[in-house]
């Protein structure tokens, strides 16, 4: 079932818990949905708010209860918050204990030298802010988007324990922590009585840094889950760019993070040999992608975006093929051997 835009009323679908499948995060007892739907981009001031509802409703009708925000998504940075915290009100107030959201933290937000990086002050302060933007009176996940090297790490975990003990955020994370930092906050906010519930790195079949840092390793020690943001390699791994860089695509506009220089005529013969592989296992390059991140031991979810409510069932039919054979995997690794983002 796919949900439709109503001019009055939101039904979710009955049997949205039917087909998704829920992973345990880390050692905790909160279990999140496989795919989890992030509002970086297609959500903010600039974007259609009634796609952005569609998507929104495809998405809890499909079982997705974890929906990824930050302080600065959008833009503007913010509109985010505010364009969810009206989908909220209108569409899934009565189902909020049926939800995770989370929000971020770490990244420059507002003017002066309180809007940024890793203090008690800036931290808790965005959080209210979010908090408002949103409608909550809580969030079930608040990071830290990136480790600040200018501020003491007690001190980030001193916030992030004090949003726990005030009720302001149920768990905590981190987000763009390197393996040591890692491992040093969970210490620290596990003598604060709270654990440390999840990590956001980038990863993709393309971009394996983390396991070059061993953060994976890292996570299974400490107990931790991982939500890997990026897992298409900003839609690299999509059948979008297998014949070149088409008009419009998000490589060719100014200010994306995705360069066309990127895409070279080498990267390009890789992605189509990937997407042979893929249409031998009767999937989608993006599905492909999507089930060797979620193959990773350490990882409870995948953070997907979406510009459309076809977009993300295309995604979620990921969930159908998981499983890799032997040969499957050694010809994937020999095809990225050399490719690295």
Not at 153 to 163: R, W
């Amino acid at each position: 079932m796919t949900s439709s835009v109503h001019s009055d009323a939101y039904w979710p679908n009955t049997q949205r818990y039917s087909n998704m499948v829920y992973r345990r995060c880390g050692r905790s007892g909160l279990k999140l949905p496989l795919v989890s739907l992030g509002l970086w981009q297609n959500f903010g001031q600039v974007d259609d708010f009634q796609n952005g509802c569609a998507i929104i409703r495809t998405a809890f009708d499909h079982g997705i209860t974890h929906f990824d925000l930050a302080n600065n998504y959008g833009p503007p940075a913010g509109s985010a918050e505010e364009n969810f915290g009206r989908m909220l009100k209108t569409d899934l107030a009565g189902y909020r204990d049926e939800l995770i959201i989370s929000t971020k933290a770490g990244y420059p937000m507002w003017s002066g030298p309180y809007g940024d990086g890793g203090s008690r002050k800036y931290l808790l302060a965005s959080l209210d802010q979010s908090l408002r933007r949103m409608g909550l009176a809580y969030v079930d996940i608040f990071y830290s988007h990136r480790y600040d090297p200018d501020t003491p790490l007690e001190e980030t975990a001193d916030a992030l324990a004090q949003a726990v003990r005030s009720g302001k955020a149920l768990y905590v994370g981190i987000s763009n922590y390197p393996p040591e930092q890692t491992q040093q906050a969970a210490k620290l906010l596990s003598d604060r009585g709270v654990g440390l519930l999840i990590h956001q790195p980038c990863y993709s079949l393309l971009y394996r840094d983390v396991e070059r840092q061993g953060l994976f390793e890292t996570l299974q020690a400490c107990g931790i889950g991982a939500i890997c943001f990026s897992p298409l390699a900003q839609g690299l791994l999509t059948d979008k760019y297998l014949a070149g860089l088409p008009a419009g695509c998000r490589a060719a506009k100014s200010g994306s993070p995705l360069k066309k220089e990127t895409l070279t005529d080498a990267l390009i013969e890789t992605l189509k040999a990937l997407n042979a592989v893929a249409a031998e296992r009767g999937q989608s390059l993006a599905q492909m992608a999507l089930a060797w991140v979620l193959g990773q031991q350490a990882v409870s979810t995948v953070l997907v975006g979406a510009s459309r409510p076809e977009q993300l069932l295309d995604n979620l039919a990921t969930i159908n093929t998981l499983e890799f054979s032997a040969d499957q995997i050694k010809r994937i690794e020999t095809i990225v051997a050399d490719t690295s983002l």
